[in-house]
């Protein structure tokens, strides 16, 4: 079954960045639309952006436009998601999900997704 894993999360100032990863141990990738989500605390999962399978077309949440940017790199099966500008409300853990019927039926369905890593802790701090 094919399992994500997320890393590149950590402790960082408001207005820093930082680089997300997801890869797939064992996997390819490259059939598939990557998405990303977060959860902050007593909060509910939220769509951040997605990546199509072939890595031609993205979306992003309103709240992260202009500030986050997703990208794949086959040669590395890995899906990468840089956030700059990080604000405090930006603090969450972070998951990645993969979907082969693209991005529109996974941030459509994401609720039903079953298959969610361990996420990578994202805390926006001073």
């Known amino acids: 079954q094919l399992q994500l894993v997320e890393s590149g999360g950590g402790l960082v100032q408001p207005g820093g960045s930082l680089r997300l990863s997801c890869a797939a141990p064992?996997?390819?990738?490259?059939?598939?639309?990557i998405g990303w989500f977060r959860q902050a605390p007593g909060k509910d999962r939220e769509g951040v952006s997605c990546?199509?399978?072939?890595?031609?077309?993205?979306i992003y949440a309103d709240s992260v436009k202009g500030r986050f940017t997703m990208t794949r790199v086959s040669a590395k099966n890995t899906v990468y998601l840089q956030i700059n500008s990080l604000k405090p409300e930006d603090t969450a853990v972070y998951y990645c999900a993969a979907e082969y019927l693209g991005c529109e039926h996974l941030m459509d369905n994401y609720y039903a997704y079953d298959n969610w890593g361990q996420g990578t802790q994202v805390t926006v701090s001073s």
């Open positions: 990546i199509s399978s072939s890595g031609d077309s993205t």
């Open positions: 064992g996997f390819t990738l490259d059939h598939y639309a």
